[in-house]
DNA sequence: ACCTGAACACCGTTCAAGT
DNA sequence: ACCTGAACACCGTTCAAGT
């Protein structure tokens, strides 16, 4: 069955390159340096290979990030089914975004590409479906979709890059903490404890429950 | 005043660079030619400067892009302050997008880094200050803040990527029906014509009536 | 003090040539 | 068919040296 003899011709030597493989490394190449570290060349040593042989199986760079994308969105799993139709949606959010927090600057490559591949299409379908079955209109239900996508892509976004800095260096909250606290913010200083939590897991619950009570609100008018 | 042997010592010629110049021209490049045209050497050359002059006011191309990214915040009017208080959020939130839209790429160049500067800070003092005044508590203000900033960000980053291929080649709105289409997506097909659709206004306002929504019923919790 | 010139250590991508 | 080697046209950044 998987004998290369005889699953297909396959004359000559067999690649040592494959799509599947290579983006697979990619994302562990992804997750051991970050975007800025993922260049075609590295990729290409550790595939054991020179970076032009890439570029057999992507045509461009931006192919390969398109795939990468797909493959972390291929991952997710729709939570169960039997819930109502605001926790199934919250569901599919925080599904989401653990999509992309499972790997290192997730976000920025999902934000960077646009796949129509079956993993981001089934994961938009999820969601739309969830809001057409609870009866909202095909346009609201298109809209609500996009809503909470966009708000988990700009949340994962910032939470990805304040990791970024979390160890060593001045890190991020402090440069913040100064700033506020030196000018004329009190609105701001106020925030600020809130704003500076390391857990950001509260602030994309509140988002979100943000959305899902607006929801609400669209399905019962005045009540 | 402004004569330049009164105001400072100055010795030796004037400097054809400074940095509010500099990042006024970067702005204009980004405007032509998009962020990733945007190079050190390209920009060197619109100032009539070899490249390396450019780090004497900027410390790395990061330290621009911050810069770029505060001129832009800077430029944000907060609207008329006569109304209530989701009316003025509302008002920041649309006056954030339209401050990204303004420039080619804004959305990316403004994700991409994290100024704390006072156009930053101002506004981020004008959003928590809106919400405070109206009676949300501290935690509840910041949380609330931070979900209009990033949907904002979410929505007007994917706004522009659809720009980016909007003339010639195979835009992505036909992409995205062939690949729907052909597959198995009933609720995505239904979406289809509300998410393909040019304006994407509507559904930035859908998003941001969600969240104003939400905040309203935490304000009344049953009534 | 401010900028040039030139270099360093990289990039993404292409493509003839080998096997 | 698949990959190598080498090149092309770039990058961001540094720094001695000039003026």
């Given at each position: 069955m998987s004998d290369p003899s005889t699953s297909r011709p396959a004359r000559g030597r067999p690649p040592r390159l494959d799509q599947a493989r290579t983006v697979e490394t990619a994302l562990d190449?992804?997750?051991?340096?970050?975007?800025?570290?993922?260049?075609?060349?590295?990729?290409?040593?550790?595939?054991?290979?020179?970076?032009?042989?890439?570029?057999?199986?992507?045509?461009?760079?931006?192919?390969?990030?398109?795939?990468?994308?797909?493959?972390?969105?291929?991952?997710?799993?729709?939570?169960?089914?039997?819930?109502?139709w605001s926790d199934r949606l919250?569901?599919?959010?925080?599904?989401?975004?653990?999509?992309?927090?499972?790997h290192r600057d997730g976000a920025r490559v999902f934000a960077g590409t646009h796949s129509t591949g079956p993993g981001t299409l089934g994961f938009a379908e999820s969601c739309t479906g969830v809001l057409r079955e609870a009866g909202f209109s095909d346009a609201d239900a298109?809209?609500?979709?996009?809503?909470?996508?966009?708000?988990?892509?700009?949340?994962?976004?910032?939470?990805?890059a304040a990791l970024r800095t979390e160890d060593g260096s001045p890190a991020d909250p402090e440069v913040l903490r100064a700033a506020v606290s030196s000018g004329g913010y009190p609105h701001l200083t106020a925030a600020l404890p809130t704003l500076t939590e390391a857990d950001q897991a509260p602030h994309f619950e509140f988002g979100l429950a943000l959305l899902v009570a607006g929801l609400e609100t669209l399905r019962q008018p005045r009540r």
């Open positions: 190449l992804l997750n051991g340096s970050g975007l800025d570290a993922l260049t075609m060349r590295r990729l290409a040593d550790a595939m054991g290979v020179q970076a032009g042989a890439l570029y057999r199986y992507f045509r461009t760079k931006e192919d390969l990030l398109t795939a990468m994308a797909e493959r972390m969105m291929a991952g997710i799993r729709a939570p169960a089914g039997g819930a109502d919250s569901g599919l959010a925080r599904a989401l975004r653990q999509a992309l927090l499972a298109a809209r609500a979709a996009l809503a909470v996508v966009r708000l988990t892509i700009g949340h994962t976004l910032e939470e990805q």
